[in-house]
């Protein structure tokens, strides 16, 4: 071939990347690998193999863990975690930034170990995974210098176990790692079996970098090492993978304690609008889908074209897909690798075949290589409904629909049980700007895609999974309060006296409190409260599953709320506040009658305080433009989480209503709220104040009755997006259980947990990042 020719055919010549000292450091290694437990690696044990997917080559035989490989490795994790945190955040800043600079120094050995091991195109895992890692480990280095400074009150939790997928192996394992680690706290991590060497790798860093034995701890295996981890003696479980698994995680723990955060999957909207740059958004369309063959969490693979532009947008990304280069992930030139393995690479056939339908189906018309690869593939004409339109498929499959507003792409977004990110491509600002918030998910890239950093928030909503990775948001999931009050016991409401006929005061029968209305429980039941000397203080409703349907049904209505300003929501909140002040007397009377005590106008006092206090940050909780290295905003943007049920404290029947409803609805939220079971006529007392303060109707409800069969109701609503537990322990497991089904929020947080610092607020709040770079 002569130049001449290359200019005629503008073909690519192979320009493949040297695996030599992969494959030299695999040799050197003997090619079988223990565990890395304690600064050190383990004898290799019978196991699993790892196989380059592009040419079926076997690279390195690893060790399936055993049970006394978790516990080993959990134990020299719990060994350890006193000292690391005892090292003070400066030191820990040293080891973080001297594991940063060896990624650095090494980063061509894990790009091409990386690529070997997963199949990804050499040009990703060398321009994207192994800087995006360093620079995850630069940014936590800053983060464990600044922890005392940044985040007082707060402690680390002690041992995490981490969970991994094999999409990005070296990355997630960063992610995982580098927050965990410079918040004060030690680790045993399990990388998926397809993809375990660049963890093993890293543990060798970890040796080179004279990181304490015990602070990192990295154990192979398959699912059930998995399990065991979940199981095992850990204060907190990260995990990124699948929803399934990500679920029976969620059942697992339920109860336990733990600490969960859940990186799931999703179906991402990829929106183009008739006035977007059509070039761009195909290039974006690209990156969107055909990054690492599409087995991206949050890859945009459902594309939302305008109506008026679809046929010529099509013809361009058919185009574009016509030059896609596929082939050999070691060679410089590839745009589309290999997947993963041959599982994978059956579940996406069979996906496709099974799904199609009616659908059209467009490949390009090249010659695929032997090994896992699977061709970019458009599909057209899908029904919403469709399982290709709904299901992630995760592969480099793109499923197309239409739309004619931007209304109608919002709704069309948003059908879906997902909510990771969503790309907008429109050359008006505005109008991606309107359309941003509108979008259910927790990151939104305005004519861009899969942009990430350490300094921004990552995470989703919905069954995408809870909790950020990145940013100070992301600490927080690696941290708690340092110390809070042990949880309120369970009090058992006052008896009925011998002769209750004696002393019959003019009957008060309080209903609940159901979409601005008073309600009867639908059950006709009701049950009496007594005082402790038996006096009849009067009857409230017994609440049943249906009160809880009502109650989130009117909670749904009110989602306007979500959208007022939080200078209306604060003035609402004085207002409960001014209400709740000039009836004090009568307040405290009323919870000294219920309780026996004198502690009345003490705990009015306090609620009347705390309602100030949630009023005041009604327009405070400010969003923050996060520092990433690119030109253009990534803004944290505070969103309400949706419908919050709140359990509320046996005790202090007032107070632990208020700090349950205030910070909820000065975020935003709309709140279903299960009085105290004991005293619950502090409660209904309450909504009179309520009636009285302009609470729009649907935003505060409140069922009365028993909280444990009226808390796992609650848990198991699908239309409750999180459930704060200011109640009993013993109510956890049951309601952590139930939540598993759409991923709802927890927060088993007890009366002082919801009361410390600005706990609850975040609690009450989701952030989603939105990018947007700035034009030329
Ligand atoms: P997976 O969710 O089964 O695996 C992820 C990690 O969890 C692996 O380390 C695995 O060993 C571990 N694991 C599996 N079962 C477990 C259990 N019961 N308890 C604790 N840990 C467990 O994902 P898999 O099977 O590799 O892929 C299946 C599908 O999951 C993919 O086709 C894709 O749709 C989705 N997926 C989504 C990811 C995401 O980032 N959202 C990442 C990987 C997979």
Not at 205 to 220: R, Y
Request: charged share 20%; aromatic share 8%.
């Amino acid at each position: 071939m002569n130049i001449q020719d290359i200019f005629d055919s503008m073909e690519y010549g192979p320009a493949p990347e040297s695996a030599n000292e992969a494959q030299a450091w695999l040799d050197s290694r003997g090619r079988a690998f223990g565990h890395f437990i304690n600064g050190s690696f383990t004898k290799p044990g019978a196991g699993f193999e790892s196989r380059n997917p592009a040419t079926g080559a076997l690279l390195a035989k690893l060790t399936q863990a055993s049970q006394s490989d978790v516990d080993a490795a959990v134990v020299a994790a719990r060994t350890a975690q006193p000292g690391w945190t005892g090292l003070g955040g400066h030191k820990r800043a040293r080891y973080l930034y001297a594991l940063a600079r060896l990624l650095q120094k090494h980063a061509r050995l894990f790009a091409v170990l990386e690529t070997l091991d997963n199949g990804k195109p050499i040009r990703e895992s060398r321009d994207i995974d192994i800087p995006l890692a360093a620079r995850h480990f630069y940014y936590h280095a800053g983060m464990a210098q600044l922890m005392e400074d940044g985040l007082p009150g707060r402690a680390p939790l002690g041992v995490c176990g981490q969970i991994i997928p094999w999409n990005f192996p070296l990355l997630m394992l960063a992610w995982k790692i580098a927050p965990a680690i410079a918040m004060g706290n030690t680790v045993v991590l399990k990388p998926a079996e397809f993809t375990p060497l660049t963890a093993l790798l890293f543990g060798q860093i970890c040796q080179e970098a004279g990181l304490p034995a015990g602070v990192v701890n990295i154990v192979t295996g398959d699912g059930a090492v998995g399990e065991m981890i979940v199981a095992s003696d850990v204060d907190k479980i990260a995990f990124t993978g699948s929803t399934a698994v990500g679920r029976a995680i969620r059942e697992a723990t339920a109860g336990s304690g733990k600490s969960l955060t859940l990186e799931l999957g999703g179906k991402s909207p990829y929106i183009v609008f008739e006035d977007a740059d059509l070039d761009s958004a195909v290039e974006g369309l690209v990156d969107a889908i055909w990054f690492n063959q599409g087995q991206v969490c949050c890859a945009g693979s459902r594309l939302l074209v305008q109506e008026g532009i679809a046929e010529r947008f099509h013809a361009k990304l058919k185009a574009r897909m016509d030059a896609l280069r596929i082939g050999d992930p070691l060679d410089k030139c590839i745009d589309v690798g290999s997947l993963v393995d041959p599982v994978q690479l059956q579940t996406v056939a069979r996906f496709v075949e099974e799904g199609a339908g009616d659908g059209e189906i467009y490949q390009p018309a090249v010659q695929m290589p032997d090994g896992c690869f699977y061709p970019p593939t458009l599909i057209t004409g899908l029904a919403p409904a469709d399982r290709l339109m709904q299901e992630e498929i995760f592969g480099p499959v793109l499923v197309s629909t239409t739309f004619r507003t931007p209304s109608e792409a919002v709704e069309i977004a948003n059908n879906t049980r997902y909510g990771l990110a969503a790309s907008v491509w429109s050359e008006n600002v505005n109008l991606a700007l309107d359309i941003a918030p509108k979008l259910a998910s927790g990151v939104v890239w305005v004519n861009a895609t899969n942009l990430f950093d350490a300094a921004a928030g990552f995470g989703g909503v919905r069954e995408s999974g809870f909790g950020r990775e990145g940013g100070w948001e992301g600490l927080l999931a690696y941290t708690r309060p340092v110390k809070t009050a042990p949880r309120a016991t369970a009090i058992a409401p006052f008896a009925a006296p011998a002769d209750p006929s004696s002393d019959n005061p003019l009957d008060r029968t309080a209903k609940m409190f159901v979409g601005g209305k008073q309600a009867r429980p639908d059950s006709g039941y009701s049950r009496t409260i007594w005082g402790p000397k038996g006096a009849l203080l009067g009857h409230v409703g017994e609440g049943s599953r249906k009160d809880i349907r009502n109650a989130v049904e009117a909670a749904g209505k009110a989602a306007g709320w979500a959208k007022s300003t939080g200078h209306l929501r604060a003035q609402i909140l004085f207002y409960i506040a001014e209400n709740l002040s000039a009836r004090a007397a009568e307040f405290a009377a009323r919870i000294d009658a219920m309780t026996g005590t004198k502690t009345g106008a003490d705990e009015v006092e306090a609620a009347i305080d705390l309602l100030f206090t949630n009023a005041a940050w009604a327009d405070k909780l400010d969003g923050a433009a996060k520092g990433v290295p690119l030109r253009g905003l990534a803004v944290a943007v505070n969103e309400p989480v949706g419908v919050i049920g709140a359990v509320c404290p046996p005790d202090r029947p007032l107070l632990g209503l208020i700090a349950a409803m205030a910070p909820a609805v000065a975020m935003g939220n709309r709140v279903v709220l299960l009085p105290s079971e004991a005293f619950p006529l502090a409660a209904t007392d309450f909504y009179q104040v309520l009636e009285t303060s302009d609470v729009p109707a649907g935003v505060v409800n409140i069922v009365t009755g028993a909280q444990g069969a009226l808390s796992a109701d609650i848990a198991s609503h699908l239309d409750v997006d999180a459930v704060w537990n200011l109640s009993t322990a013993d109510l956890d497991a049951a309601i952590e259980k139930a939540a598993a089904g759409n991923l709802k929020r927890i927060w088993a947080c007890g009366l002082d947990g919801a009361m410390k610092g600005r706990e609850a607020l975040t609690q009450a709040t989701e952030i989603k990042t939105v990018w947007v770079p700035y034009g030329e």
